[in-house]
């Protein structure tokens, strides 16, 4: 299966701040390192500044490890947050 990179914007309607989620599938021969550089290689591309630039803040939810996501429930991807 070829990469995929899939990026979605949320809103919170209350404070009007915005999450990016990049949400990135590797080619399966990836290793993990493989697959975490290129990531945020790609998420820096669409966040002007890129990930380094003090008003957005980058975090990634702890992932059970696969296989143990309970029934019914989605893994979490890694988000990108603009702090103003």
């Known amino acids: 299966m070829p990469s995929e990179l899939t990026l979605r914007l949320r ?7 915005r999450e990016v989620v990049v949400d990135y ?7 993990p ?3 975490e550089d290129e990531h945020r290689r790609l998420a820096g ?6 990930l380094g630039n003090k008003t957005v803040e980058v975090s990634r939810p702890v992932e ?3 296989g143990q996501t309970p ?3 989605q ?3 890694q988000g990108i947050t603009n702090k103003t």
Do not use: N, Y
Not at 11 to 17: A, C, K, L, Q, S
Not at 45 to 50: A, Q
């Open 25 to 31: 599938t590797s080619d399966a021969d990836a290793l």
């Open 33 to 35: 390192i493989e697959h």
């Open 11 to 17: 809103v919170d309607p209350v404070t009007g701040r």
């Open 45 to 50: 591309k669409v966040i002007e500044g890129g």
């Open 71 to 73: 029934a019914g429930e």
């Open 64 to 66: 059970e490890p696969a």
């Open 75 to 77: 893994p979490q991807q």
